[in-house]
C-alpha cells in the first residue's frame, strides 16, 4: 500500500476507485467499503483508493471539546488499512480553510483534480463540503460533468451486521473486549513507549512496563485488569494489564501498566503494543498489601488459562 501524506504529492492515478471517510477503527463496516472498492478496481483494472483526514476534522472544527476519543492512532490506521489490501491511502491534512470549500468546489477541486475517480464509493450518510452541505445526491447530479461513476453503500447493506465506531467505543467503555474485537473484526490495541513509573510491581514480585501512550485522542478502556497480548519488536507475549490509579498505593493519576509472564528484560523506551482479550475485573482498593498480592496471583492464573494455546 502506498501512503501519501501530500496534496501536491500526489501520482496520476490509473481508474481510481475511491472513498472518503474518517475510518476510525477500521471495522467491519468499514471492511465492507473496502471490500467493495478493491473489487471495482481489479473489475477496471484500477487502484483503490482510500482518503482520510488527519487530525480528524472534529478535532479543527470544535478544538474546545476535548472529549473526542478515537479507536485508531494515524499509524494504527494505516497498519490495519494495509492488512485490508488498500492500493493507495491518501492522508488529507485537514484544516479550517479544507473546511470552508464550499460542496461543489469539494468535488471539482479536490476530488476530480486530485484523483481523475473512475468511480466514487460512499457510506450512505457521508457529508461533505462546507456545513456538511454536499451528500450522494450532489455527486450524482454533478456524475455526468466529470465522468465518474457512484455508488452508495446503502444503510440496509450494512444493517446485516449494524456496526458503527461508537458501539465499539461504547464496549470498550464498559470492558465488554469480545463484543467489542468482534464488532471491529480485529483485536483493540493500545501502544506506547515504555517509561519509568513507581515500580510498586516490582515490589510485588510482579513487575510491570509502564506505557506511555503518545496520542491524547486515543480511547483508553475501562479501569481494570485485562488478559492481553503484548507485542514487542517481532515477539507475541502473554501478558496482565492493568489500567487505573493504583488505589492501595493512593494513586493519583491513571497508569497503563503490563506484566509480561516468562519475560525478563530491560526495555525502557522501546514501544509495546497491546492486544486486548478479556476483561478480567474492576480495580479495587484493597486492605492490605498481602490481599493485593493474592489478587495478582489469581489474575495471573485466569489470564494463562485464558491465553494458553
Known sequence: MRVFRNLSQLPSFKNSVITIGTFDGVHKGHQKIISRINRIAS??????????????????????????????????????????????????PFSRDFSEQEADEYIRNFLVNSFKPACIVIGYDHKFGKNRSGDYTLLEKMKTQYGYRLEEITKQTLADIDISSTKIRAALNCGNVPLANELSGHPYTLSGMVVKGLQNGRKLGFPT???????????????????????????????????????????????????????????????????????????????????????????????????AT
Open 209 to 307: 512496563a509502564n506505557i506511555q501512550c503518545s496520542d491524547s485522542f486515543k480511547l483508553i478502556p475501562k479501569c481494570g485488569i485485562y488478559a492481553v497480548k503484548v507485542r514487542h519488536q517481532q515477539m507475541v507475549y502473554n501478558g496482565m494489564l492493568s489500567i487505573g490509579y493504583n488505589p492501595t498505593f493512593e494513586g493519583k493519576e491513571q497508569t497503563i501498566e503490563v506484566n509480561i509472564l516468562n519475560f525478563d528484560k530491560e526495555i525502557y523506551g522501546e514501544t509495546l503494543t497491546l492486544e486486548f482479550v478479556q476483561y478480567l475485573r474492576d480495580e479495587k482498593k484493597f486492605n492490605s498489601v498481602e490481599e493485593l498480592i493474592e489478587a495478582i496471583k489469581e489474575d495471573e492464573r485466569q489470564t494463562r488459562q485464558l491465553l
Open 43 to 92: 473489475e477496471i483494472a484500477g487502484e483503490s483508493i482510500i482518503i482520510t483526514f488527519h487530525p480528524h476534522p472534529r478535532i479543527v472544527i470544535h478544538p474546545e471539546d476535548k472529549s473526542l476519543r478515537l479507536l485508531n492512532t494515524l499509524e494504527e490506521k494505516i497498519e490495519l488499512l494495509e492488512k485490508y489490501a488498500v492500493d493507495n491511502l491518501v492522508v488529507v
